[in-house]
């Protein structure tokens, strides 16, 4: 079993960090002793733009324009992407209709690429699409399971104490009764938007539970909030990044793998997170749609690492590059 609460908070106000890397360095290697970090290779689709114009229904593109969609999805394929997120926009004012539109889409995809990886809908805009539509969430969940999902969304989840969507609580109940229906999900926690040291072990802890009750979590991913700013001395340091990271590690010994991504980071500070605890470098986008409109995470999409980029930082780290698919099952050393 990890540390307990009281060791992570120390370790969160610690001045050691050379200290506390080495113990997440150690339980790294005591779950992956074989020396490997993996990646995969995915594609984020703004569904919006790929499938923008054209008469639209709702809040959504019309049906008509999902072709756009579906040959987005081909070619991401076609340049070696295992897995796609698609990414809805619609925010977390969901309703009924809502439900019928996503259960179409996703099972167009489904239709047309029978193993692909399909990710969308964070736990925020499930819970409002579950209560637009006046279902349970078990029930929301499976719909959109049997439509064709195979994950929710992980990059909305946040420490308490941090703006949000939905409560601790409610994400947690989002992703149990994903877990429940035989999904598996990543935890993905931002920090250093405004919560305590306290609220952010709180998070680690609600996490660490939900693991121990369902085993669910393939990876966990501590990811810094941007700030409004834009200004890099305003944003959370790399000392409090690492530091924060290899408490995770040591915390959450029950969750396989640690994601550390080079696109959220940087690639300096995702070398120096392969000691201190993570054994996976997150994602990239398939080389060449990289500036295209409607692909890629965030509007810095441009400037994410490249696949070369990636398998060079593993190595100088001094790690062999593995590729992963999207569900964490390893594909083949690089």
């Known amino acids: 079993m ?24 150690a339980v790294r290697l005591r779950l992956h002793p074989e020396g490997v970090v993996s990646y995969a290779i995915e594609a984020a689709i703004d569904c919006a733009t790929v ?41 977390c004012a969901l309703k009924s209709s809502d439900m019928e539109w996503f259960e179409g889409l996703l099972r167009g995809v489904r239709q047309r690429f029978p193993s692909l990886w399909i990710e969308t809908l964070s736990a925020a805009e499930i819970l ?14 499976a719909r959109l399971r049997d439509a064709g999902l195979d994950s929710i969304a992980s990059e909305d989840t946040q420490a308490q104490g941090s703006p949000r969507c939905c409560s601790t609580a409610e994400w947690i109940a989002v992703h ?50 941007e700030v409004a700013s834009g200004r890099e001395l305003d944003a959370v340091t790399a000392v409090e990044q690492l530091k924060t990271l290899a408490t995770a ?11 550390w991504s080079g696109a959220a ?33 965030n509007a810095a999409a441009a400037n994410h690492p490249s696949e070369e980029d990636l398998r060079r930082i593993i190595r100088d780290a001094g790690f062999q590059p593995m590729q992963r698919d999207t569900s964490y099952r390893m594909m083949f050393l690089n």
Not at 8 to 25: F, H, K, P, T
Not at 73 to 90: A, F, K, N, P, W
């Open 2 to 25: 990890g540390i307990s609460r009281k060791e992570a908070l120390d370790c969160l106000r610690s001045n050691d960090l050379i200290g506390i890397g080495m113990e997440a360095d």
């Open 51 to 91: 499938m923008g114009g054209g008469t639209r229904e709702g809040n959504h593109p019309a049906v008509g324009c999902a072709h756009r969609l579906f040959d987005a999805i081909r070619e991401t394929i076609e340049l070696g992407s295992t897995g796609v997120r698609l990414v809805s926009g619609v925010g």
């Open 128 to 141: 409002s699409l579950a209560n637009g539509c006046g279902l349970g969430l078990r029930e929301t969940i």
């Open 176 to 225: 149990r009764a994903a877990h429940r229906l035989g999904m598996r999900t990543v935890a993905t926690l931002r920090f250093g938007a405004g919560e305590t040291l306290q609220q952010r072990v709180d998070t680690l802890a609600a996490i660490r539970q939900l693991q121990e009750e369902t085993g669910g979590f393939t990876a966990f991913v501590p990811v810094a909030t």
């Open 249 to 259: 590690r040591v915390f959450l010994d029950n969750i396989q793998n640690i994601q």
């Open 265 to 297: 980071q940087g690639l300096k500070v995702l070398q120096m997170g392969l000691r201190f605890g993570a054994n996976d470098a997150g994602s990239v986008t398939p080389q060449g749609i990289d500036a295209k409109a409607g692909f890629g995470q």
